[in-house]
């Protein structure tokens, strides 16, 4: 018999990717690791995340992205406002308090979603604070909150946001560039369905929403160091990586890819002659057709990895 652990996370880990983990790790220095990261598991996680800018991997838990996230926001003179209602939210506070980052804290109740009219007032009475530190999905309460909303006010009143998404990505949507996050930290032990160990730092490309005086990650740290941009344009990262989590990560965005495409509606048919009429009659039908179509049972069946990530990003133990 198999024993589980109803925890958060770490997930358990699918069939697949503990083959992955089992090959012989390649050098990290050789044209067949390159072009591991480079071509596949680095583009596939800025497809994942939405964005165009650079994504940064870190041998690292979560916190440690969090960290070097922090630490990359220091020295703007700005102040933060980290937001919370939860664990996870306090640990931005704690990171920032240990580095002597001024920052201010907007606490809500636990397992209760942030109000982003709230953090409007707090940007507009204090204009120093520059970066918004946020979760996205919060796991000790299980509540997820409005990024996007979020995002929107940010970036209307030119501050930065940084968000722990953590046991988010790859479970909840958050198109990076197109909702203008600015930094998102991710670790692979949630939605990434792979031991912990790797965690990432993604930025949102430059000019993808205007109006952020957001630079991204800062090559300042020993993490996203000197070059590291360079660097990951080459497909190396500065240090040693886990190059056996990296392979398990490859397969694990695979799997994440065939899902999506499974789970995508059929392109539509090529238009016949006389379907613009017929269209104009019945717009209405048409688009009760279409949402039948979305909502198909086969559009919803499980897979192996929907099955191993909850919607909280949470382990649910494979049947
Ligand atoms: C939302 C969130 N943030 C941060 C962390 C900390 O991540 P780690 O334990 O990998 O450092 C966790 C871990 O459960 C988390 O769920």
């Not at 479970?171 to 939605?191: E, F, I, N, R």
């Amino acid at each position: 018999m198999k024993t589980r652990l109803y925890t958060p996370g770490p997930v358990e880990i699918p069939a697949r990717i503990l083959r992955a983990l089992s090959q012989v790790p390649p050098h990290h220095r050789t044209d067949v690791f390159r072009q591991t990261i480079l071509k596949r598991v680095t583009e596939e996680l800025k497809r994942l995340h939405g964005t165009e800018g650079e994504v940064f991997l870190l041998a690292a838990s979560g916190t440690g992205a969090m960290e070097a996230a922090v630490v990359n926001s220091a020295g703007s003179g700005d102040k933060a406002l980290v937001v919370t209602a939860g664990k996870f939210g306090d640990r931005w506070a704690s990171i920032l308090k240990a580095y002597g980052i001024a920052h201010e804290t907007l606490a809500f109740d636990w397992g209760t979603a942030i109000d982003p009219a709230a953090i409007e007032r707090a940007l507009d009475r204090d204009p120093q604070l520059g970066t918004v530190f946020i979760t996205h999905s919060e796991t000790s309460t299980g509540a997820i909150h409005d990024v996007e909303a979020i995002a929107q006010l940010t970036r209307a009143k030119g501050r930065r946001i940084f968000v722990d998404a953590i046991t988010s990505v790859g479970v909840h949507p958050m198109p990076q560039d197109a909702w203008g996050v600015d930094v998102v930290v991710c670790g692979s032990q949630k939605g990434l369905m792979c031991p912990p160990g790797i965690a990432t730092i993604a930025t949102r490309a430059v000019g993808s929403a205007s109006g952020s005086r957001a630079t991204g990650c800062r090559a300042s740290t020993t993490t996203c160091s000197e070059g590291a941009e360079e660097r990951s344009r080459i497909g190396e990262t500065s240090f040693t990586p886990p190059v056996s989590l990296v392979l398990a990560l490859e397969e694990a965005l695979t799997m994440i890819r065939e899902e999506r495409a499974q789970r995508s509606p059929p392109p539509p048919p090529p238009p016949r002659a006389g379907d613009a009429r017929r269209r104009a009659s019945s717009s209405a039908s048409a688009c009760s057709r279409r949402a039948c179509r979305t909502r198909s049972p086969r559009s919803r069946r499980p897979t192996a990895s929907t099955r191993a990530r909850s919607s909280s990003g949470c382990a649910r133990p494979t049947a």
